[in-house]
């Protein structure tokens, strides 16, 4: 005896729509969170151009300090003796420039002692353009 009724059964349909949806978010979410490199993977050469000479951009010292409190002077590694020391290490990256720019990047947790120093050894060497590199917070 058979109970069930005879009925006639639909071809199971793929929506694609929520594929691309989600798709469509994770390609977002990977352009959003790539970070960019200044440095070049390939080695190419320019072509040239007669212009007018671009403005002389002032040198640019960038100092990291980190949460520990260790020093990053334009990707040289430092162990923090004294300001004196701070000093002549921001001397010796800005080489010949007169009136560089230290820009220091500091942790969101790093101590404000540690930050000091980088400003007081810059006043010591002579620099007085300091600026800080900060990020911009998420928007909500």
């Given at each position: ?37 200044r440095v070049a993977e ?99």
């Open positions: 005896m058979n109970l069930r009724c005879a009925r006639t059964r639909d071809d199971p349909e793929i929506n694609f729509i929520p594929l691309i949806d989600v798709l469509l978010v994770i390609l977002i979410f990977l352009m959003v969170t790539t970070t960019y490199q390939l080695q190419i050469t320019l072509p040239e151009a007669d212009a007018e000479a671009p403005k002389q951009r002032p040198k640019e010292i960038n100092v990291g300090v980190d949460a520990q409190g260790r020093y990053v002077i334009d990707k040289k590694v430092l162990a923090y003796t004294t300001t004196a020391a701070l000093a002549d290490e921001l001397k010796a990256a800005a080489g010949d420039s007169k009136d560089p720019v230290v820009i220091i990047s500091a942790d969101a947790t790093a101590t404000h002692q540690s930050v000091i120093r980088v400003m007081e050894a810059s006043r010591a060497a002579g620099y007085v353009h300091v600026t800080f590199a900060t990020q911009s917070a998420p928007s909500k």
